[in-house]
């Protein structure tokens, strides 16, 4: 189990006029991730996802406040956690200079990997995700996908019992993006616990047993997809407005909101289910692609 | 792969130290009297000082791409190995290329013609240059954050120690201002060392302790720097 304990993380910056400032990037974060599941972090850019996933991953020090595996705490412990954990980041952060095997090999050596583990293991990863017939070519040849897609399984080569996935399907088309699940839903699958960061909604809802909802640094929501909807209201009617904007309301019963919309004299009215932007939109008052 | 990438990165950065070599040794150097040997023989010592202290700074300059642009040192900050290991690992990576490069100097020197000796002092001077180097290019990579500023860096620190420490002149002949702040860079006691074991001259110990020192305080520099990236 992983839990982030009153987590504080801020940043010292300079304005243009060159005076210095504090910036509150994650506020008084309290989280608990479990065993086994998939535990997404949704939010719009700049939200403090990726500060999180730094925390957690050590790459970065909480100012204030303790994250914990097990019993084990990043600030005493980092040496065992760096061995249960796998990371994926949102950059693809390959050697660039090295071919596909050389940096899955530069992977499990930093892993204290024995060699004919590493072997074994390279050439399973590759064709597991279709790409033995790659692992001499340099990164730089590959096409965006086919570096998430070893970026993910390079993480994944020292058998890691949580990976963490920061925007895994950033930039990618969807039937990648699709591919990318499907491997994320095997690795589940596998008992792998799964924390990705997203700020697609349609990711947070395909994959994610729980969601937590950043805003501005701050925690404020955390639940299933289904039962965040659920508390704001299951359905939806959305419709144009006069300037062209689209508009929408949140109903908790399918009559309301049927009610609704033969009441309405705009353009484009759709009746549909609610999801997790509008729980974003309802609470924050804002888009998470916004 | 890497093996590539080394002898390319090699043979780039030997392009200047063999001209000078061959235009201020072989050719100019005809012309110019030392007082006490020919000047190729003076020059070869702080060819290959000027020439050691490149390759080792600049076989740790792509570190700040790797660091600020491609981020691939994260991989090694994610992973269970200690933070001095990754130190240690580039610096010794550099001094390795330092010492491949001044191998070859070595080789061609003899080639023109030069007299100097190579003892396991002269060695261990070589070493201590390259690792002061690679030190100062490894700190310089993990705190500089813009391109253009590690080109600045080049243009400002190590151009014109490569020209002022001792290496194409005695720094002997400076303004006595001049003569201390010479000497208070590491360049200029590699430089003395070099030409004093090379012509079999007893070696200045003082010189051997301010490497020693360099080499010490700019490693716990790069150690610190780490710590400080890693958190």
Redesign the interface.
Known sequence: MLRLENVRKTFLYKNAKGKESTKVAVDNMNLRIDDGEIFGLLGPNGAGKTTIIKML?????PTKGNIYYGKLNTRNDA??I??L?G?V?Q?I???????VG?NMQ??GR???MPRKDREQCISEMLRYVELSERVND?VRALSGGMKRRLLIVRALMHKPSILFLDEPTVALDPQVRRRIWDLIRKMHKAGVTIVLTTHYIEEAEALCDRVAIINKGKLIALDTPKALQEKIGSYAVEWDKENGEREFKIFHSKEQAKAFANNLSQQNILRRRSNLEDVFVELTGRKVNS | MLKHRMIKFILSRMVAPILYLVAFGWGLGRSINTGSGSYLDFLVPGILALNSMNIAFNSLSPLHGERVYHKSIEEYFTAPINPLSFVIGKILAAILRGMISSAIIIVLAYLFGANFMITPLFLLVLILNCAIFAEIGFYAAMTIDSYEDMGRFNTYILMPMSFLCGTFFSPDKLPKLFYYFIHALPLTHTSLLLREIGRGAPPELLSVLVLLLYTAVCFWLCARVTKKAQQ
């Not at chain 1, 991953?57 to 020090?61: G, I, K, P, V």
């Not at chain 1, 952060?93 to 071919?99: A, E, H, I, R």
Request: proline share 4%; charged share 20%; net charge neutral.
């Open positions: 991953t050590m790459l970065s020090r040496q065992a760096k061995k954990i990371v980041p950059h952060n390959f050697d660039q200079d090295l071919t050389e530069l992977h930093l892993h204290h340099s």
